[in-house]
């Protein structure tokens, strides 16, 4: 079978490899779309925090397919189900996952990093980990279950935005982006900032999406802010920029008694001056990854139609040619790349 395969910092090639043997408790899936996101850019480069993932590699997490076989044991799947993955395993016996936290679990692992992933015509998983696909939800859209999850989180659960909220988005990757999706499915009154380096691809594709957006380097992100808030702020702000500027610009835009929600992971520490979120009671949350509940809400909104996926999938690049993706991506020159593996 096709596989992209990380084979050092900044290499990945498509190899041909074995088609994987079912055990007992697993099921065999035969990939149709897998994307790319920011973990896979980190991993990719090997930034710091990254370097324990094992080369060579099978990369990806975030993907779809159908089941083509099962073994002796399982139960609950079929061949022909459409599928999609929890990548992100938790253990169920730590204490965040007797405590029910499992997306916080001491003893992880994600496919595509600890084991081989799915970028490849095909890969073997455990059914506690597979989620039904809806029938009228298309595979390709089905491949991004897994963001949107996050996102669903990160809007849904951790953060308190109702319809009609001033909500402010930083930053427009593939996460920024769909937390901006689903907090405008929610009739929120959404504003996505970022650079020069978005005003090419990401900030026009949201544009495309009906969602307002703000290049911060070269328009007046204050002024905006002033007339969209009436001068109040922002009820919420989502930093999903990934940098450590991120939350010092959240709270200069948060209203008093609003709340920011951290959902990129920043790349470095910086000094912030909290003493205006503190007089201002400013509620300051994090969100991280997701659960299972999560999943089965992104599934229910992409089989309402809620989200533009098809707008928001770029489906130009080959799995022949898979440094291209990676380099768009970290360019900025898309934001959410897919490699179809079958039709």
């Not at 405590?99 to 970028?119: E, K, L, W």
């Not at 996505?192 to 594709?205: C, E, F, N, T």
Request: glycine share 10%; charged share 20%; proline share 5%.
């Amino acid at each position: 079978m096709k596989a992209i395969v990380q084979t050092g910092p900044r290499e990945v090639e498509t190899q041909d490899r074995e088609k994987p043997t079912v055990e007992p408790d697993e099921v065999l899936v035969k990939v149709h779309t897998a994307g790319l996101c920011g973990s896979d850019a980190h991993a990719y480069k090997y930034d710091g925090g990254y370097e324990w993932i094992p080369i060579p590699r099978i990369m990806g997490h975030e993907y779809s397919g159908e089941v083509v076989e099962v073994g002796d044991a399982v139960e609950g799947f079929a061949a022909g189900d459409k599928v999609i993955e929890e990548p992100i395993h938790d253990c169920g016996h730590c204490f965040q996952c007797k405590n029910g936290q499992p997306n916080v679990c001491q003893n992880f692992s994600i496919t595509g990093m600890h084991r081989d992933g799915a970028y490849a015509e095909y890969v073997t998983v455990a059914p506690e980990h597979l989620h039904a696909v809806p029938e009228s939800v298309p595979l390709r859209q089905a491949a991004v279950t897994e963001p949107i999850s996050i996102a669903t989180r990160a809007v849904l659960e951790q953060s308190v935005t109702t319809p009609g909220d001033n909500v402010l988005v930083e930053g427009p990757g593939p996460i920024g982006v769909l937390v901006a999706a689903v907090a405008d499915s929610l009739g929120a009154n959404v504003l996505v900032s970022g650079l020069d380096q978005d005003a090419v691809y990401r900030l026009p594709l949201l544009n495309d999406l009906g969602i307002e957006t703000v290049n911060a380097q070269s328009d007046d992100l204050e002024a905006l802010a002033e007339t969209q808030t009436d001068g109040i702020g922002f009820d919420v702000v989502f930093d999903s920029t990934g940098h450590h500027t991120g939350i010092g610009t959240a709270v200069d835009h948060i209203r008093k008694g609003g709340q920011v929600v951290m959902v990129g992971i920043p790349n470095d520490t910086s000094e912030v001056a909290f003493t205006s979120a503190v007089r201002g009671e400013v509620d300051v949350n994090t969100s991280y990854g997701s659960t299972w509940t999560n999943f089965e809400q992104a599934l229910r909104l992409l089989e309402r139609g809620e989200i533009a996926v098809d707008e928001i999938l770029d489906t130009s690049y080959s799995m022949d040619d898979p440094t291209a993706a990676f380099e768009a991506f970290l360019a900025s020159e898309t934001c959410k790349p897919v490699f179809q593996f079958s039709n």
